[in-house]
Nanobody
Framework: QVQLAESGGGLVQAGGSLRLSCAPS????????MGWFRQAPGKEREWVAA????????YYADSVKGRFAISRDNAKNTVYLQMNSLKPDDTAVYFC????????????????????WGRGTQVTVSS
């Protein structure tokens, strides 16, 4: 059974930082590209970032570019999302997803392309 477990969420003041982790189990981690999405109350799920299987390429939504960094450690079966300069608009539940490989940023930004999802971790940024 495939499970993706996010952790690292919490309450932080604007301008602060958090690092989210996602540790999948039940799948061969290095065969999957990984992505982070977020969903704020009353809004649709929004793509945040993605990383290829090797970690050699990363992709970001314009709203987080320059502030967030996605990385992965295939030896630890973990993908990370380092979030800096957080804003109240970043408040949301953050989800990680596993998908098949692609060289297209538009592929990674589509939630329907992801085969497996975690249950999410809450990030709240206070002003």
């Amino acid at each position: 059974q495939v499970q993706l477990a996010e952790s690292g969420g919490g309450l932080v003041q604007a301008g602060g930082s958090l690092r989210l982790s996602c540790a999948p189990s039940g799948l061969f981690f290095s065969l999957y590209a990984m992505g982070w999405f977020r969903q704020a109350p009353g809004k649709e799920r929004e793509w945040v970032a993605a990383i290829t299987r090797s970690g050699g390429s990363t992709y970001y939504a314009d709203s987080v570019k320059g502030r967030f960094a996605i990385s992965r450690d295939n030896a630890k079966n973990t993908v990370y999302l380092q979030m800096n300069s957080l804003k109240p608009d970043d408040t949301a539940v953050y989800f990680c997803g596993a998908t098949f490989a692609s060289d297209s940023a538009s592929y990674y930004s589509a939630s329907g392309q992801y085969k497996y999802w975690g249950r999410g971790t809450q990030v709240t940024v206070s002003s």
